[in-house]
């Protein structure tokens, strides 16, 4: 199948051709920005010889006559104007951006400060979270792959909602994020000498992915309420930590917890559910698709912490944009995403 | 005034060194560890012309003849086995680590895993938060200096516990540190190729810090219940950033939450609360003794969020070490501390 | 072909895995070290549900009965002691070390600082430089592989070399090198707060890769003299850049400079020589098994600027030794190498 | 005294009020930049409550009026323009920028390529090489501060160009510095994501420091032919190390070299020569203004390898600058400098 990525200026796009460059079954056909006639390798120099493509303008006639799927790796607000023009076209869509994941689109212009997408236009979309969303992902023709907090949160969180041991208002994501995912525009926040050395808190109460994360706790389980959750800026390329607080409904053992998680991910490639007493690191999951969890519990206090750890480019962007992808097209879906963590 | 300094295997030592060198009351006598007649040069190659100073090993009478204070910057079990030899001598003790903080001797051998001094020994110490102690440090002869996560939250939530504004049992402290934190003896967890790029938490709701909080805590409000306390270690040298959530008991502003902390740190050089809207990064206070505070209330879930940064080995170690001896001395607290935090 | 790995700690071991896990024609059989019994994940938690390997004792019957072809991922000193073992066995070796690359056992003795094996031992190795000395690998049943330094300052200079168009004499190589290299047993020079926002020079004009490198220049050209090799410890995980300066024996053009490097690595799929102007930097490498070169050519001194980057863990180590046992087993080389860099 | 400062758009700005708010005869009087009314902690919060200064525009009839002494630490360019406003003015002018140190003004429009403040502007400037330049110093109104290269360089060389005993053609001088040093103004070259776990090179043999570094050689020493000079940014925020190669003209011991350094800076108080057999580090010396030198000679190639740290920031920038006001006006060069360096 013939792949056409849109949106390089994001690290997001330049990790879709590292995943598809080596895929079995899909290939880089083109790779599209607002830049024209200057080769990839020219953009990310570690390309050079690898992706031979030159960077094309965006024309959806030609891209949906020659491929198979187009990725949007672009920032909000360019999905929702683009898409109109594939509407009618025989390509599916894996859009990477946030502009067609929130059903409620006063929630999307609250919390992104833009104009949301026609409502039909988002309808159509699928929410492509591949651990719990197999079945709809499998039969959609557009999805809108999910946020990099929302996947490291969502996956930590789905085993204990699901099973309703939490209390409701009890949820506390407290998340730290390597630099990565704030895109690849110079500013001065992501400049090295500001950032090295350092740890900022931002957007505190404000980001965007809360309404996202909310969402999908809320379609689990119609009873949480609204969560509290803080972002970090990391001075790492890579990596999400999720360290999730939540009160347990009543009494429960470490042992019974761990088990719910176990059975919740065991047919689930991607998950890596540590074993009691072992934690993740971020590092132990760079450059791949998985997601760690650990899990503690503690008696003083009642409250279960859980630790979910992604490469927000892999399973927070990319990966799983891949690995929706393989599902969409009714392939296995850890085809091509066979990444060992890199360590060190 | 003369000043002793035993112990330069963890970081806290060489700090000290480098607050001390340039003190216009404090000078540096001796540096003592179980290493002899070794340069401090050769351990500190930065100190090069500057601590012209041998280690030496540890001698009570001759500390105690030549200097008016000795700083015990060792880890835990080694100032509970040494104190007692300058019980009876003419001079101030600063202690930096943890063994004669907890008057609670149970938590002591329980969250430390160490046998502890006797009762009527740690009875003697007086614990060093100068901010929040300054009466009884400016009486004490020995000090029991502030753990560095402890320091960090305890300037965070004071305001707060002592007005009794927030549900008592709402406490979640997720705390993050840079790794000179964990001394400079070698493991496998702190080599540059397993700690860079990463992320990790550790001990979580295990560490040692916890009954030292809840001690000072229950101290301010007796309604206060167990907090949850989690630890991460950062890919950087310097810093503590403790991310605070509580939920407050009645409703209220940010305005007046804020208000709050202007007022109580008012006449505290080096707490400095920051706007509102405004964040503390870690990088904004290292190598400095100050402590900022950042405030954020979510109105969706009532709950408080206090970020509060420090140096671990400034506020959190030998820097408010240096503030404790200049109280203890009857000097203005500031004297030689007037580090201006370096950034980049 | 079935692989056993001997030797898990420094991370030429776990990049092995890492390699092999994916490749079409090897699979891990056994990972042998002086630990017995302990999962891999123990040791490196993120091959978690990757490599379910048990470690084992080295017991050469049982790895010669059920394997193809055994890597030494060990420290030096070790495989010369242990290699007599397989001496009479049907197993290709590929030796990661620096104990059977030096042809002058003095060498060996004067530079590692330890005892050399036998010399019919050294004599039956095949030095593995894949690009120039593919014929030999072919054939070879025991290998030995070349230093991370070496590959890079070879590559680098082959071309150069073998058509004697620089002064004998004039060439320096200015090295610089993540951390990795360093092992992973834990000393004070590889923590993360002593190496972290550092650059430290060691081993000044001693460090044991530079008899390595005179002896291949000299089997190339033997009018090439003793060479300056400096190496300097980055604070980053991977990578290998060498700065190499010479001086031109007669007037080039850097036109002229870049054609020789084409035509020489025309074929050589994993050496990438840049356009003039562009230059390479570790990261456009990482976790790959290229090796780019970039050329500068200075007028006003007659001096040429070589810069070659690696990622020192595979094309300095694990990528290179799988490269020579492809060539070995009569694969193509570039079997299970088809890493992109990880970038950022 | 008072100081003004004009330009806080690079991080020599910052460094400036870093040395001078403690200054015990300097005072920051106010800071110039073209933008407004913005209090300086908004661009700088670590100097929240420390500098109380709101940004003014730059007028220099105001300045002259008030101050003693103007810091111009702007980009290339913009004293060349402005300085002329000052000329006739009462007030003692340090330029940190590269427009004043070229006499060639030719050279000035070839590697900075830009235009040339008039000559006779740019002769009433001193070069400011403290160490070596600091009788004409103590007498200067203008003063031009070298840039961070030269003064490793020029630092590390000195004692064997002023006794003539390198070969006047065979300098090399392979640099490397933190990202400190490219400013403040976001660029992609800059951003974390790209330089972090990174290594590279830049403008070889092209970068503008080199003719400041030939313009003092030969000062020194008719001789000395053309130099090569390499640049590499390092992943760290602040140091340079430059890697020195040069050929002894006749025989030498290591002994007699390093006796002819140890003279050379017996009564400079911010050179260290460290002993035979220890090299700095570029942490050893970082935050502070000291520029810290090891030696090696290779008895293979009769070649002395000069290893020179500084902090870019510091003796490379603000502190030099600080240094050198000092002796302008007449005071101790060491005051207010006493900066120990912060380790880790």
Redesign the interface.
Known sequence: MKAAIIGTTG?GG?EL??VL??HPEFSIHSVHTTRDEVPVWNE???????VENKLEKVDSEAIAANCDVVFFATPSGVSSKLISEFADKQIKIVDLSGDMRLRNLDDYQTWYKKQPAPKEVVNKFVYGLSEWNKENIATADWLSNPGCYPTATLLGLAPVIKEDIVKP?SI?I?A?SG??G?G?T???G?????????????K??EHQHIPEIEQQLTDWNASI????F?T?L??????I?A?I?ASLQKESTIEQVHTLFMDAYKDKPFV?V?PIG???????????NYC?I?L?L?E??G?L?I?ATIDNLMKGAAGQAVQNANIMFGIDECTGL?F?????
Do not use: W
């Not at 990310?44 to 690898?50: A, M």
């Not at 992501?190 to 931002?202: C, G, R, V």
């Not at 072992?278 to 791949?288: C, D, L, Q, T």
């Open positions: 690290y330049a051709m590292r460059a080596n990310y120099p570690h390309l050079y010889s690898i208002d506390i407290d730290k630099i990565s704030a690849r110079p500013s001065r992501t400049m090295l000498a500001e950032m090295n050395e350092n740890l900022k808190i931002y505190v109460n309420g609204p969560v509290t803080s970090h990391l001075p790492v390329n890579r990596g930590m360290t607080y890596r540590r072992n934690f993740p690191s971020i590092k132990e999951v760079s450059g791949s760690d650990g503690q503690d003083r206090t409250r912490t630790i066979n060992v963590p890199m360590y060190p």
